[in-house]
């Protein structure tokens, strides 16, 4: 049986991203998870149809014509439903016997909505690790499958290591400081918090708990990752790394005991950063050069409301720990959020600039569905989102998203949030020189490598570079 799984994240940055830099962006964790699954079930022919490799859509299409699948499992989440859903209108356009099968987290929490569309064939709710490979079975061996599928939630122990190379490009870091080769890694599923502009979407998807991987597997992950690709630095995935300080404290035991020396980021929250400084220590000890954290607002009331559980006083603080112990701090907030004065957008713009953050990210609030503040804008007739491309929330997304708004002033201010102090730009230009001087001697060398096997997976040349040690 051929599967072709299908990535159509094109939103924003469109087709044929990748032709700006022989590394790219990043993986989707569940498909390459999904893919290691198949492949220890035994399928042997599976591929990724990756948009945003491509040239447009009749790329698409002549890549459907070419591998010719039995079935496309197309994933996406809510960004990605107009591009998915072309994608599905092509595939049923060329050959209606492909079976279409989605999952992801948009299937996940808007069902019917998906459910509607006929040319789906099976919807798969929830993690598909389990669900996948027997849907596949019962496809090829003719037996009657259900339309809408609840994926069972699998023991993270037992599940392989995730296939890397189902992704034809190297990852990049978003930040220049992190040396190559660079994966993202998941330590574990969902997150226990309740933070209105976000939950309880992952609960739904992971589960109301946290779901931890041992430490063990983790490490024997790395211990993979390090000797198959000589990877030389890590970005945490995880919504919340440092839920649990047991965990994180045998985690920084275990790294250090196996060796690594890698750099890694992961994202934690102002709240745990204050109660837990000894933590943090022990996670700098380890190897934690960037913390990323969601202060969300400056504003007491905004937190609140956004039910985040911390408070502006606490986010100065987790700052200034984090500065204290040179743990670079890459700083989230959002801004206009429904009922927000623009003093108190100002006053997230303010805490941004005192908080002096090595990186800062301003979003849009936006109303993501799978969140309680979703369904509140919603109710009270807030939302402004007429199409699924504008649930993405980049400021420079240039549609408003919730009445009342001034984008304009939002604007301004988020280019204001976003502006580095002149100590970090200072520090940003005198790192850059010895960070650019190590990653192009990476690059230089990878170029050669790839030239000795053209057309071959780019992970995989890395894996046979690496073996016969040219990087
Ligand atoms: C890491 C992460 C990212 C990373 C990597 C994203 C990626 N492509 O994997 C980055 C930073 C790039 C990112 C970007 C965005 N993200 Co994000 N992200 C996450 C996070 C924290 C973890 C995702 C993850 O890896 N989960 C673990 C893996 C194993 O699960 P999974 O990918 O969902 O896959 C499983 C199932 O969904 C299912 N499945 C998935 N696809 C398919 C396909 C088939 C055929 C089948 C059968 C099953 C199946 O099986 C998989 C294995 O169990 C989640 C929060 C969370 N905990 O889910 C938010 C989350 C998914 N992101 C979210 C959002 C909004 C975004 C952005 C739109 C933000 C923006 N920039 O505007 C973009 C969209 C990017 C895109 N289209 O890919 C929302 C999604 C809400 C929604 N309604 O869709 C979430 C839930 C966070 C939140 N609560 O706001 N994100
Ligand atoms: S914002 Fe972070 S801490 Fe809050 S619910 Fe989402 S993932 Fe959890």
């Keep these: 049986m051929k599967i072709a799984f299908v990535y159509p994240a094109i939103f924003g940055s469109g087709f044929n991203t990748e032709k700006k830099d022989i590394l790219f962006e990043q993986i989707h964790e569940g498909l390459a998870g999904?893919?290691?699954?198949?492949?220890?079930?035994?399928?042997?022919?599976?591929?990724?149809?990756?948009?945003?490799?491509?040239?447009?859509?009749d790329d698409f299409a002549e890549k459907i014509r070419q591998l010719a699948p039995?079935?496309?499992?197309?994933?996406?989440?809510?960004?990605?439903?107009?591009?998915?859903?072309?994608?599905?209108?092509?595939?049923?356009?060329?050959?209606?016997?492909?079976?279409?099968?989605?999952?992801?987290?948009?299937?996940?929490?808007?069902?019917?909505?998906?459910?509607?569309?006929?040319?789906?064939?099976?919807?798969?709710?929830?993690?598909?690790?389990?669900a996948f490979p027997v849907i596949l079975k019962d496809i090829e061996a003719k037996r009657p499958v259900a339309r809408i599928i609840e994926g069972r939630r699998p023991d993270l122990d037992t599940l392989p290591f995730i296939d890397?190379?189902?992704?034809?490009f190297l990852e990049l870091p978003y930040d220049f400081f992190l040396p190559l080769p660079f994966v993202t890694v998941l330590a574990g599923r969902g997150c226990s918090y309740?933070?209105?502009?976000?939950?309880?979407?992952?609960?739904?998807?992971?589960?109301?708990?946290?779901?931890?991987?041992?430490v063990d597997n983790v490490m024997n992950e790395l211990s993979y990752?390090?000797?198959?690709?000589?990877?030389?630095?890590?970005?945490?995935?995880?919504?919340?790394?440092?839920?649990?300080?047991?965990?994180?404290m045998e985690f920084c035991?275990?790294?250090?005991?196996?060796?690594?020396?890698?750099?890694?980021?992961?994202?934690?929250?102002?709240?745990?950063v204050c109660k837990n400084p000894e933590m943090i220590k022990e996670l700098k000890k380890a190897g934690l050069v960037m913390a990323s954290i969601g202060f969300e607002s400056g504003s007491d009331r905004i937190l609140k409301f956004?039910?985040?559980?911390?408070?502006?006083?606490?986010n100065l603080q987790a700052a200034a720990i984090c500065k204290r112990l040179a743990i670079k701090i890459w700083a989230y907030h959002m801004l206009g959020l429904p009922g927000e004065r623009p003093e108190e957008t100002k006053d997230t713009v303010r805490m941004i600039n005192r908080i002096k953050p090595y990186r800062s990210s301003a979003a849009f609030f936006t109303p993501h569905p799978g969140s309680a503040l979703h369904a509140y804008c919603r109710k009270n007739d807030l939302s402004l989102i007429g199409d699924h491309d504008n649930f993405v929330m980049f400021p420079e997304v240039d549609k408003p998203k919730i009445r009342g708004v001034d984008y304009a002033l939002m604007r301004r201010l988020a280019g204001i949030s976003k502006r580095p102090s002149l100590s970090v730009k200072v520090r940003i230009r005198i790192e850059r020189v010895f960070?650019?001087?190590?990653?192009?001697?990476?690059?230089?060398?990878?170029?050669e490598a790839l030239k000795e096997h053209p057309g071959m997976n780019k992970m995989a040349v890395l894996r046979i570079a690496h073996k016969k040690g040219l990087l």
């Design 34 to 57: 999904l893919g290691a699954v198949c492949k220890k079930e035994g399928f042997k022919d599976i591929t990724l149809i990756d948009l945003r490799l491509l040239e447009g859509w």
């Design 70 to 130: 039995d079935v496309a499992g197309v994933t996406m989440m809510s960004p990605d439903y107009p591009y998915a859903t072309r994608c599905i209108d092509i595939i049923k356009d060329l050959d209606p016997r492909i079976k279409i099968i989605v999952g992801g987290h948009h299937p996940t929490i808007m069902t019917q909505e998906v459910a509607d569309n006929p040319k789906v064939d099976h919807i798969v709710t929830g993690e598909g690790e389990a």
């Design 164 to 168: 890397r190379e189902l992704f034809d």
């Design 194 to 214: 309740n933070c209105s502009f976000c939950a309880p979407a992952s609960k739904i998807m992971h589960g109301d708990r946290m779901r931890r991987r041992s």
């Design 225 to 248: 990752l390090r000797d198959t690709y000589g990877i030389k630095s890590i970005q945490f995935w995880d919504d919340c790394f440092t839920e649990s300080r047991d965990w994180v």
């Design 253 to 272: 035991k275990a790294y250090r005991k196996n060796g690594f020396r890698q750099p890694f980021v992961c994202q934690t929250r102002a709240d745990i």
């Design 306 to 314: 956004l039910n985040k559980g911390t408070t502006v006083a606490q």
């Design 435 to 447: 960070a650019h001087k190590k990653s192009k001697a990476f690059r230089v060398k990878l170029l």
